[in-house]
Antibody, heavy 124, light 106 residues
Framework: QVQLVQSGAEVKKPGASVKVTCKASGYTFVNYGITWVRQAPGQGLEWMGWISPYNANTNYAQKLQGRVTMTTDTSTSTAYMELRSLRSDDTAVYYC?????????????????WGQGTLVTVSS | DIQMTQSPSSLSASVGDRVTITCRASQSISIYLNWYQQKPGKAPKLLIYTASSLQSGVPSRFSGSGSGTDFTLTISSLQPEDFATYYCQQSYSIPRTFGQGTKVEV
């Protein structure tokens, strides 16, 4: 079955970086995008960005530009999301999800399935 | 950015009730609207894509409708496992944006 499995919880100090791993299985990795979404405690869902495993094209949320990098390793069907210069308001559960959209711009884009989530806590 | 506004933010309902959640976009998004369900401590789950297409495996009591700026998610007969938070999400443009969520409570 299609599955995304994420790395475990992280605790980081302000100013540090975190890299979350998302390993895909059960489908052809390069045929779909990977989207990253985060959810602060008790809050709603925030889209962070998208990457195409096929050609490494990315789209990032404006507010994270310069601090976030999304990459993939097609040999292991794994996606990565690195967030730098962490602040306390980056404390959240980070999700990866398979994105139906596989190109740089498409209207047909929905997220299914999702990884189990990775809690990143930023605290001094 | 396209703003997505859901109403209500929360609602109380009983098993067997018909429940309707509304999502409004700040500009026309055609039919490029998806719905997700999230239970506490769990990842969101896709219910409906492109406004009215039911994702495989999702019970038929869930349905979606709308186009342009106004959309609805309907649960025809609420079941105990449907108590959750529901989010709409537009895919018309980048950045993808979500509604703030609607919590369906007992």
């Amino acid at each position: 079955q299609v599955q995304l499995v994420q790395s475990g919880a992280e605790v980081k100090k302000p100013g540090a970086s975190v890299k979350v791993t998302c390993k895909a299985s059960g489908y052809t990795f390069v045929n779909y995008g990977i989207t990253w979404v985060r959810q602060a405690p008790g809050q709603g869902l925030e889209w962070m960005g998208w990457i195409s495993p096929y050609n490494a094209n990315t789209n990032y949320a404006q507010k994270l530009q310069g601090r976030v990098t999304m990459t993939t390793d097609t040999s292991t069907s794994t996606a990565y999301m690195e967030l730098r210069s962490l602040r306390s308001d980056d404390t959240a559960v980070y999700y990866c999800a398979r994105d139906y959209c596989s190109s740089a711009s498409c209207y047909l884009a929905w997220f299914d399935p999702w990884g189990q989530g990775t809690l990143v806590t930023v605290s001094s | 950015d396209i703003q997505m506004t859901q109403s209500p933010s929360s609602l109380s309902a009983s098993v067997g009730d018909r429940v309707t959640i509304t999502c409004r976009a700040s500009q026309s998004i055609s039919i490029y609207l998806n719905w997700y369900q999230q239970k506490p401590g769990k990842a969101p789950k896709l219910l409906i894509y492109t406004a009215s297409s039911l994702q495989s495996g999702v019970p038929s009591r869930f349905s979606g409708s709308g186009s342009g700026t106004d959309f609805t998610l309907t649960i025809s007969s609420l079941q105990p496992e449907d108590f959750a938070t529901y989010y709409c999400q537009q895919s018309y443009s980048i950045p993808r944006t979500f509604g703030q969520g609607t919590k369906v409570e007992v």
